[in-house]
């Protein structure tokens, strides 16, 4: 569940500077300045099994293309580009293409993914669900697969259209022109 814990608005770096007591084992992400209380409770069997399916679906396909295209990360923190921003999020799968960072760097992801995949619980609220998306396009993600566990639909949002595209068990994928020719059945997500 994604629960907002308060009505003052934070910057990455004072969200970063909060201290939390030794025995909280909670995540916190930071979306449009709020602190969220991300997963209470921890992430289902079911929510992990369908990040594990998409990072090696993903995976395979960069690994078998005959050029760098980039990079898949699961949980990775991201500042989404705007290091002294108002988000500091953890996606559970991002992929960036080749040559947009440091062949190596440390500390969260410092720009925005190309893709984002977000595996919706039950107990994630719309609004929550709302404000990432809405955090996601404005910092410039090309495309975001939002995955709803128990209704099995995906919601894809792309950077070069306004609308968003449902797609059902019967429906696919696409890379589009993040991922040209990755192409994924959105039944196999649910399998």
Not at 13 to 19: D, G, K, M, N, T
Request: charged share 25%; no cysteine; aromatic share 8%.
């Amino acid at each position: 569940m994604t629960t907002e814990i308060s009505e003052k608005l934070y910057t990455i770096e004072e969200f970063l500077a909060l201290e939390w007591p030794d025995d909280d084992d909670n995540e916190y992400e930071l979306v449009g300045g709020k602190v969220m209380l991300k997963d209470e409770g921890g992430p289902s069997a079911e929510h992990g099994e369908i990040v594990g399916k998409v990072v090696i679906q993903l995976g395979v396909f960069i690994n078998q293309s005959e050029t760098s295209l980039g990079k898949v990360y699961s949980g990775s923190a991201t500042t989404l580009g705007r290091p002294k921003g108002s988000s500091f999020v953890k996606p559970d799968v991002s992929y960036v293409a080749a040559g947009r960072t440091q062949p190596k760097f440390r500390g969260p992801i410092p720009v925005a993914p190309d893709l984002v995949v977000e595996v919706n619980s039950p107990s994630d609220t719309t609004q929550g669900i709302h404000d990432k998306i809405v955090a996601y396009r404005e910092t410039g993600v090309r495309l975001i697969w939002s995955i709803y566990l128990l209704e099995q639909f995906v919601v894809v949002y792309r950077s070069d259209d306004p609308d968003a595209s449902f797609l059902n068990l019967k429906g696919e994928l696409d890379g589009g022109d993040v991922l040209p020719g990755f192409k994924l059945a959105v039944k196999t997500l649910f399998e």
